[in-house]
């Protein structure tokens, strides 16, 4: 598989994830969090990740952990619809 194809795979899991936590937690541009609250869920997340990661050994460990972060990402993505996307300078130059 290539990399696009790859990426491309991620991306749908992305939308995917996103779309369940849409469902389970309508957001609203009204609605929502501000900044330091998406950052605070994405942590807890992560954490979730980290210790899925720790408590087991091996690939169900390594698969809940990916579960953890395709869950984190996508709520980055929810933070990015509510305030907007601001890319690096770098890239858009």
Same mark, same amino acid.
């Given at each position: 598989m290539g990399i696009s194809?790859?990426?491309? +795979?991620? &991306? !749908? =899991?992305?939308?995917? !994830? @996103? =779309? &369940?936590? +849409? =469902? !389970?937690?309508?957001l609203?541009? @009204?609605?929502?969090? !501000?900044?330091?609250?998406? /950052? =605070? /869920?994405?942590r807890s997340e992560l954490a979730e990740a980290e210790e899925a990661w720790v408590k087991g050994d091996g690939a169900p460990a390594n698969a809940e952990s990916l579960r953890e972060i395709l869950q984190v990402v996508a709520t980055g993505v929810a933070a990015l619809e509510q305030h907007g996307v601001v890319e690096r300078e770098e890239i858009t130059s």
């Open positions: 194809q790859h990426r491309q +795979q991620i &991306y !749908e =899991a992305i939308d995917r !994830e @996103r =779309a &369940y936590q +849409q =469902a !389970e937690r309508p609203s541009h @009204r609605q929502g969090h !501000e900044i330091p609250g998406w /950052i =605070a /869920i994405m």
